[in-house]
């Protein structure tokens, strides 16, 4: 997995305000899904993330769960954009990934059988997401529509509504590299790209995570 660049916030008026600029960047389709994670939280590590997620299969056309682990192995603290008050923390990811056929009678069980001691509880978010997918081409990032990136080099955009229960929400904007590439300047000058207009402040102490960002607010959510 390569890079990955997120921001988190509770300003739910910034959040429409990067709501409104996300869907008028461009005309190409842009994808909308509703789903729940559901996380372990380690109370000791920041740079380790283990989650269930689901996935509609449009093949089988049925549900099916997706159980993630992913590692930060490195972290650029340099990443700005020019002209903008726009900085931020630049991860380089490594993932591993298992599609779970035989599930047992409930989802939640999975994560029961992975060791938790001196951790804490499984934490269940719902995500409203707003995702683009970009190509890179020529030292260009093209915004391009969602099955055409099955085998390319590019990067995901996403605008996410994060909501639990009896919680207050919060949003996250994230950009995800695509592919094995895993180059750091491609990605970088791709995203300062998109974001040349982008007139909401970002600042670098919000730009982490989802490891990170629950060891940070997991109480919030428990």
Same mark, same amino acid.
């Given at each position: =997995?390569?890079?990955?660049?997120?921001?988190?916030?509770?300003? =739910?008026?910034?959040?429409?305000? %990067?709501?409104?600029?996300?869907?008028?960047?461009?005309?190409?389709?842009?994808?909308?899904?509703?789903?729940?994670?559901?996380?372990?939280?380690?109370?000791?590590?920041?740079? *380790?993330?283990?989650?269930?997620?689901?996935?509609?299969?449009?093949?089988?056309?049925?549900?099916?769960?997706?159980?993630?682990?992913?590692?930060?192995?490195?972290?650029?603290?340099?990443?700005?954009?020019?002209?903008?008050?726009?900085?931020?923390? =630049?991860?380089?990811?490594?993932?591993?990934?298992?599609?779970?056929?035989?599930?047992? %009678?409930?989802?939640?069980?999975?994560?029961?059988?992975?060791?938790?001691?001196?951790?804490?509880? *499984?934490?269940?978010?719902?995500?409203?997401?707003?995702?683009?997918?970009?190509?890179?081409?020529?030292?260009?990032?093209?915004?391009?529509?969602?099955?055409?990136?099955?085998?390319?080099?590019?990067?995901?955009?996403?605008?996410?509504?994060?909501?639990?229960?009896? %919680?207050?929400?919060?949003?996250?904007?994230?950009?995800?590299?695509?592919?094995?590439?895993?180059?750091? =300047?491609?990605?970088?000058?791709?995203?300062?790209?998109?974001?040349?207009?982008?007139?909401?402040?970002?600042?670098?102490?919000?730009?982490?995570?989802?490891?990170?960002? *629950?060891?940070?607010?997991?109480?919030?959510?428990?």
């Amino acid at each position: =997995m390569p890079w990955e660049l997120r921001w988190f916030e509770n300003d =739910m008026t910034n959040y429409k305000l %990067a709501l409104d600029w996300f869907k008028t960047i461009d005309e190409i389709f842009i994808r909308e899904n509703l789903r729940e994670d559901k996380y372990i939280f380690l109370r000791n590590s920041k740079d *380790i993330g283990i989650k269930l997620r689901p996935f509609d299969d449009e093949k089988t056309n049925r549900l099916r769960f997706r159980l993630e682990i992913k590692w930060r192995k490195d972290i650029k603290s340099d990443f700005s954009v020019t002209g903008r008050q726009i900085y931020g923390n =630049m991860e380089d990811w490594t993932k591993w990934g298992w599609i779970l056929d035989d599930l047992p %009678a409930s989802p939640d069980s999975i994560l029961d059988t992975i060791p938790t001691k001196n951790n804490g509880p *499984i934490l269940k978010l719902e995500k409203l997401r707003f995702l683009r997918r970009y190509l890179f081409q020529e030292n260009t990032c093209k915004s391009v529509e969602w099955l055409n990136m099955d085998k390319d080099e590019g990067l995901q955009c996403e605008i996410t509504k994060i909501m639990k229960e009896d %919680a207050a929400a919060w949003w996250t904007m994230g950009f995800e590299g695509i592919g094995k590439k895993n180059n750091e =300047m491609e990605f970088r000058k791709a995203i300062q790209k998109i974001l040349k207009d982008f007139k909401i402040k970002l600042e670098r102490k919000n730009s982490v995570g989802y490891p990170e960002w *629950i060891k940070l607010n997991h109480r919030s959510f428990s």
